[in-house]
């Protein structure tokens, strides 16, 4: 395995794994420091691959994804990384971890997806959804590009080959008169004013928990997305946002600009500023699992069944198309990159909405 370490400002460090010593059984490596950019430095780490200084393509798939994932980490945020590792570990790994990289075929990552479809879940003998089998298509198939290049161990990625399965439409709205039997249950309670936000504003359960005072603006009646709420190590922080799209402005109906001034004037903790705008009981900024998990439990015991936080966000989408809101507008307030995504998750409100002007169509004409 070849890893590229950065050293300082334009330096860096080539190391290498070659195997290990027969008579020790140690770790050969090999190292070498190249002074210039990152992208002259991969240009070295390459050659030295190719000029035969560790194992190639014989290496096996699950040391390489171990190697790899240490290495990647870095680049995106922890709980993106806690989700790669548990694909890794849980499924890459038992199903394809003692093929070698150059034995890889996209035979191979078709049974996967098809194995993983039918009876994938670990703990009970269902399949996964195409959605989640898309996501280990996606991780494997980067992991893989990056043993084409930059380093050199296979001629071609094998995922190329293969179709990722087509994430099929999960979206589980409430219906209206759900909503105001999960409201007026909880009318009163702080979690009244966090949960009637999430419906009319769609946001994004980190981006929720990610909102300070400063971010409402009662005189424009709007909230500034600006960052996420996480747990990350088992501590909340706020960190930055995914994409560019997400940072955006939700701007709120006079209703629920007044149920949020009502708030405001009741809670001293809502202050301004730096301050949460929502604290849980025992005076901490309202962790994401708290929010979750609150609902579900209201949910139970209102018979609504299981819902999940992430449906409010698919109500409020679903609720805007109904109302023939155009799609563009409802893809900025989501915070969605492309209203192609929009159109694709809410396709079966673009269906209904269809079914409705073609009868109001035929009522007009007769025809």
Not at 27 to 43: D, F, H, L, M, S
Not at 69 to 78: I, M, P
Request: glycine share 8%; charged share 30%; net charge positive.
């Amino acid at each position: 395995m070849a890893h590229l370490i950065k050293r300082g400002p334009k330096k860096w460090q080539v190391r290498i794994e070659s195997g290990r010593d027969p008579e020790t059984g140690k770790r050969k490596r090999i190292y070498r420091t190249v002074n210039g950019t990152k992208k002259e430095a991969e240009k070295v780490m390459a050659e030295m691959i190719k000029g035969g200084y560790q194992e190639g393509g014989n290496v096996k798939l699950k040391k390489y994804l171990v190697d790899w994932f240490e290495d990647y980490r870095s680049n995106v945020k922890h709980n993106t990384a806690r989700l790669y590792k548990g694909i890794i570990y849980n499924h890459l790994i038992p199903s394809l971890g003692e093929l070698r990289l150059n034995e890889i075929k996209p035979m191979h990552i078709l049974e996967y997806q098809n194995q993983k479809l039918s009876k994938g879940s670990i703990g009970d003998s269902g399949g996964l959804s195409n959605r989640t089998v898309e996501s280990h298509h996606r991780l494997l198939s980067m992991a893989l590009k990056h043993a084409v290049s930059p380093y050199g161990l296979i001629e071609s990625n094998p995922c190329q080959s293969i179709k990722a399965p087509t994430p099929s439409s999960d979206t589980n709205p409430l219906s209206r008169a759900e909503v105001e039997k999960f409201l007026e249950s909880i009318e009163g309670e702080m979690l009244y004013t966090a949960y009637y936000l999430l419906l009319n504003t769609g946001m994004r359960r980190s981006e929720f928990t990610g909102l300070k005072c400063k971010d409402i603006s009662f005189e424009r009646q709007i909230i500034e997305v600006e960052r996420t709420g996480q747990m990350v190590g088992g501590e909340f922080k706020y960190q930055g946002l995914k994409n560019k799209s997400s940072r955006r402005q939700i701007a709120l109906a006079d209703e629920t600009a007044k149920i949020l001034k009502k708030y405001k004037k009741k809670n001293a903790a809502f202050a301004g500023g730096e301050d949460p705008i929502f604290i849980t009981p025992d005076g901490l900024a309202l962790r994401p699992d708290y929010l979750t998990q609150k609902f579900k439990s209201i949910c139970r015991d209102l018979n609504m069944g299981e819902y999940k936080l992430h449906d409010l966000r698919h109500t409020h989408a679903t609720w805007l198309l109904e109302a023939g809101i155009n799609p563009k507008v409802v893809q900025e307030r989501l915070g969605h990159a492309r209203v192609e995504t929009t159109l694709n998750i809410y396709s079966h409100v673009s269906i209904n909405e269809q079914k409705k002007a073609v009868q109001k169509l035929h009522n007009q004409t007769n025809l």
